[in-house]
């Protein structure tokens, strides 16, 4: 079993519309974070949730809003999407003192 | 600011050889280093990490050795296998409840059959 799942892991989709990443995390460690890579392959975080509550917010476009229902899961919602939104978006975990990754979203705006 | 990055963007091995991927950091206060594999279509996988205080640590085919006076870390890969082909990439955390990856570019490691 994949300790962090995400889906959809294709999406393509036009300017202006929302779309939303769902992540979920089967070990139920406390801490979630959603990362951006891009095309050149650097990866930065976005956002870190511990126990639903936010932690790290990044400097990201208020158009991307997290949302944790509850501690398995930690959802990526993006308003008015733009071609620069285009990148992978990785969900990941934070267990012992490292971060375990899932296998990745690929977002292509057009 | 903090950064991490590695030395080479490519690296071409022959199956068998033994690989070594350098990675250079600026910052003293992280905690640990960590190496992290990623596939093509895939998300980065941990590898091993290295706490700040240790010089050397070794895994399964992989040893990571850490020298802070020059703050550079590598990667060794013994007897490298075209599984192995994949990006590397370092990353430097601080630990704790608002643990936090400086992610460096990676090395795209290519094994020659």
């Known amino acids: 079993d994949t300790a962090v799942s995400q889906t959809p892991k294709y999406l393509v989709t036009q300017m202006g519309n929302d779309k939303s990443i769902k992540c979920e995390q089967n070990?139920?460690?406390?801490?979630m974070y959603w990362y951006k890579q891009d095309s050149k392959k650097f990866l930065k975080i976005m956002f870190s949730y511990n126990n639903k509550e936010l932690i790290i917010n990044e400097t990201v476009p208020n158009r991307f809003s997290p949302k944790s229902p509850d501690k398995a899961h930690l959802n990526l919602h993006i308003n008015s999407l733009e071609l620069g939104d285009s990148a992978v978006y990785f969900c990941?975990?934070?267990?012992?003192?490292?971060?375990?990754f899932g296998e990745g979203s690929w977002l292509t705006v057009v | 600011g903090e950064s991490v990055g590695l030395h080479l963007p490519t690296l071409s091995v022959q199956e068998g050889d033994n690989s070594i991927i350098n990675c250079a950091y600026s910052n003293s206060a992280s905690d640990y280093f960590i190496w992290y594999k990623q596939e093509s279509g895939k998300g980065p996988q941990f590898i091993i990490d290295?706490?700040?205080n240790m010089d050397k640590r070794q895994g399964q085919r992989v040893t990571v050795l850490l020298n802070k006076t020059v703050k550079h870390l590598s990667l060794q890969i013994a007897a490298t296998q075209p599984g192995d082909s994949a990006v590397y990439f370092c990353?430097?955390?601080?630990?704790?409840?608002?643990?936090?990856?400086?992610w460096g570019l990676g090395t795209s490691l290519a094994v020659n059959p």
């Open positions: 990941a975990i934070g267990w012992g003192n490292t971060i375990y």
């Open positions: 990353a430097a955390l601080r630990a704790g409840n608002n643990r936090k990856l400086i």
């Open positions: 290295i706490r700040s």
């Open positions: 070990l139920g460690h406390d801490t």
